[in-house]
């Protein structure tokens, strides 16, 4: 069975950089799409960014573009999210999800626990 983990989560000052890796296990994750989403307390869960599954094709929700990047490395069974240029309002919990089609996250089945990310001086 597929198993997500995040990792790379944590507290940044504005203006910072994190890289959130996702890494599968239990099966390979490299056959479908990837997304990240996050989640703030009272709000709810909205998608960051999506990877296609061979890594050609990303997405990223508006108020992300030009400052995160997402990528994956299908060998290591890991996809990555890099963030640049952090903001306190970027502050969440990341999760990253599994998707049913080899393009698009608009269907998920399989979350990972979620990494915290807080943006904050």
């Known amino acids: 069975q597929l198993r997500l983990v995040e990792s790379g989560g944590g507290l940044v000052q504005p203006g910072g950089s994190l890289r959130l890796s996702c890494t599968a296990s239990?099966?390979?994750?490299?056959?479908?799409?990837i997304g990240w989403f996050r989640q703030v307390p009272g709000k709810e869960r909205e998608g960051v960014s999506c990877i296609s599954a061979h890594g050609g094709i990303t997405n990223y929700t508006d108020s992300v573009k030009g400052r995160f990047t997402v990528s994956r490395d299908n060998a290591k069974n890991t996809v990555y999210l890099q963030m640049n240029s952090l903001k306190p309002e970027d502050t969440g919990v990341y999760y990253c999800a599994k998707s049913k089609t080899q393009i698009l996250c608009r269907n998920v089945d399989t979350w990972g626990k979620g990494t915290q990310v807080t943006v904050s001086s």
């Open positions: 239990g099966s390979s994750a490299g056959y479908t799409a």
